[in-house]
């Protein structure tokens, strides 16, 4: 999930291993859900969208998650690489044509060689 | 394609200066906005732009003003900076076609106002 506050909530996981994020979302109205990857320095790089009326979507080597009953959604990264080190957010966008989106706070994820 | 670009990368403002933040894109991109970016906080957006010549505010608002006089400029103004204004700024833009959730992002400003 997300947390309030300075200090992002950190995963550190094991180079190969497979990383899950979770992030909870609010808006029940929401019609996609998008995950971000932004790496120290840079700007938010896209990753992977899901429609509202889906419950799984694969990229590659990332698959994400909706349980709209708990609003609740998750990134699951296949063997993790170095590279995958970054902070990731998600992110929400109600329904319309303006394109507005809400973020969550974000998730650093460490990679451990 | 350059992809987005923002200018300056850094900048130190004093108290009531005012500034402007320049953003360009070169992918014919009709949607266009500014965000700001805080320790541990999420991205908030400030102002958009769903074409030339058309612009609306975001949820921070107060304190900047946007103009979009051509597709590809989507310039950011500091009226009288202030120190809350510190912040990292992105801009971004994306397509009404396609992968219409996909936000193309500059690579940020970082800005002090001391």
């Known amino acids: 999930g997300e947390s309030v506050g300075l200090h992002l909530p950190t995963l550190s996981v094991q180079e190969g291993d497979n990383s899950i994020i979770n992030c909870a979302y609010s808006n029940s109205a929401s019609d996609y859900f998008i995950w971000y990857k932004q790496e120290s320095g840079k700007g938010p790089q896209f990753i992977i969208d899901i429609r509202s009326n889906m419950d799984k979507r694969q990229g590659q080597r990332v698959t994400v998650l909706l349980n709209k009953t708990v609003k609740h959604l998750s990134l699951q990264i296949a063997a993790t690489q170095p590279g995958d080190s970054a902070v990731y957010f998600c992110a929400e966008k109600s329904t319309g044509n303006n394109r507005k989106l809400i973020w969550g706070l974000g998730t650093s994820l460490a990679v451990n060689p | 394609n350059a992809g987005v670009t923002q200018t300056p990368k850094f900048q130190v403002l004093k108290t009531g200066q005012s500034m402007t933040l320049q953003c360009a894109q070169d992918?014919?991109?009709?949607?266009m906005s500014w965000y700001r970016q805080d320790p541990g906080m999420g991205l908030r957006l400030i102002h958009y732009?769903?074409?030339?010549?058309?612009?609306d505010q975001g949820e921070v608002p107060n304190g900047y003003n946007v103009s979009r006089s051509t597709t590809e400029d989507f310039p950011l103004r500091l009226l009288s900076a202030a120190p809350s204004q510190t912040s990292v700024y992105f801009c971004?833009?994306?397509?009404?076609?396609?992968?219409?959730?996909?936000?193309?992002f500059g690579p940020g400003t970082r800005l002090t106002v001391l």
């Open positions: 992918m014919n991109h009709e949607y």
């Open positions: 732009s769903v074409g030339a010549g058309i612009t």
């Open positions: 971004a833009s994306s397509s009404t076609s396609g992968r219409v959730n996909e936000q193309f």
